[in-house]
T-cell receptor, first 115, second 114 residues
Framework: DTGVSQNPRHKITKRGQNVTFRCDPI?????LYWYRQTLGQGPEFLTY????????KSRLLSDRFSAERPKGSFSTLEIQRTEQGDSAMYLC?????????????FGPGTRLLVL | GEDVEQSLFLSVREGDSSVINCTYT??????LYWYKQEPGAGLQLLTY?????DMKQDQRLTVLLNKKDKHLSLRIADTQTGDSAIYFC??????????????FGAGTRLFVKA
C-alpha cells in the first residue's frame, strides 16, 4: 500500500462551479479526515468519518460543502457554488482506531484555485 | 476553547539545538503531536506524546509536555540543514458528536543556517 492518495492534485475552477475531490485512505484504516489549509496556516479540521458514519463536522463546513464515505473506504468532498475564498489546499488523512494512539497519515492534498 | 499557538519563525545554526514551543488551550487533549511539512510535500508525523506523559525521546527529537501550563515543546538536537521545514504542533480532542478532531497550530518555520 502506498499511503493516502488524493485526486485530483490540482483543480482550477471558475466561481460558482461545483467541484468534487476524492480521497483513498490506507486500505485497512477505518477513520478518515478532511482538512483545509491556506497559505501560512496550519490545517483546519473540516470533518471526520468512522467507517461510513460522519461523526464530526466543523463549523467551517458550510452548507455548500458535503462529504461522503459511502462504503467506508474512499471519500469524496464536494464544494457547490465555489467562491474565491474556497481556494486552499484540501487535505485528507486516515487512521486506524485499533492502534493505541491516533496517528493520522496525510495525503498529498488537492490544491483548489477558484477564479 | 480550541486553540494552538506557536511562534512563527526560528533560525538556528547547523549543529545547534532547536527548540520549538507550542501552547494549547483544551485541557481534554488526548494526544499531542509534532508534524513536519517541507515545501511542496505533505504533512509527516514526527512524534507524538500521550497527555499523561511528561517527556518522550526519539533519536534527535525530545518532546516535553507541561500539562499544568498546557505547554509542549520539541527539541531537535544537532540540527541539520535538512531539518529546515515548517513544524506544526497539534492536539487531538474529542469533538461534540463523539468523534475525534485534531487542532493544528499555524506552524513554526525553522531555518537552519549552514
Amino acid at each position: 500500500d502506498t499511503g493516502v492518495s488524493q485526486n485530483p492534485r490540482h483543480k482550477i475552477t471558475k466561481r460558482g462551479q461545483n467541484v468534487t475531490f476524492r480521497c483513498d485512505p490506507i486500505s485497512e484504516h477505518n477513520r478518515l479526515y478532511w482538512y483545509r489549509q491556506t497559505l501560512g496556516q496550519g490545517p483546519e479540521f473540516l470533518t471526520y468519518f468512522q467507517n461510513e458514519a460522519q461523526l464530526e463536522k466543523s463549523r467551517l463546513l458550510s452548507d455548500r460543502f458535503s462529504a461522503e464515505r459511502p462504503k467506508g473506504s474512499f471519500s469524496t468532498l464536494e464544494i457547490q457554488r465555489t467562491e474565491q475564498g474556497d481556494s486552499a489546499m484540501y487535505l485528507c488523512a486516515s487512521s486506524l482506531d485499533r492502534q493505541s494512539q491516533e496517528t493520522q497519515y496525510f495525503g498529498p492534498g488537492t490544491r483548489l484555485l477558484v477564479l | 476553547g480550541e486553540d494552538v499557538e506557536q511562534s512563527l519563525f526560528l533560525s538556528v545554526r547547523e549543529g545547534d539545538s532547536s527548540v520549538i514551543n507550542c501552547t494549547y488551550t483544551d485541557s481534554s487533549s488526548t494526544y499531542l503531536y509534532w508534524y513536519k511539512q517541507e515545501p511542496g510535500a505533505g504533512l509527516q508525523l514526527l512524534t507524538y506524546i500521550f497527555s499523561n506523559m511528561d517527556m518522550k525521546q526519539d533519536q534527535r527529537l525530545t518532546v516535553l509536555l507541561n500539562k499544568k501550563d498546557k505547554h509542549l515543546s520539541l527539541r531537535i538536537a544537532d540540527t541539520q540543514t535538512g531539518d529546515s521545514a515548517i513544524y506544526f504542533c497539534a492536539e487531538s480532542i474529542w469533538g461534540n458528536t463523539g468523534g475525534f478532531k485534531t487542532i493544528f497550530g499555524a506552524g513554526t518555520r525553522l531555518f537552519v543556517k549552514a
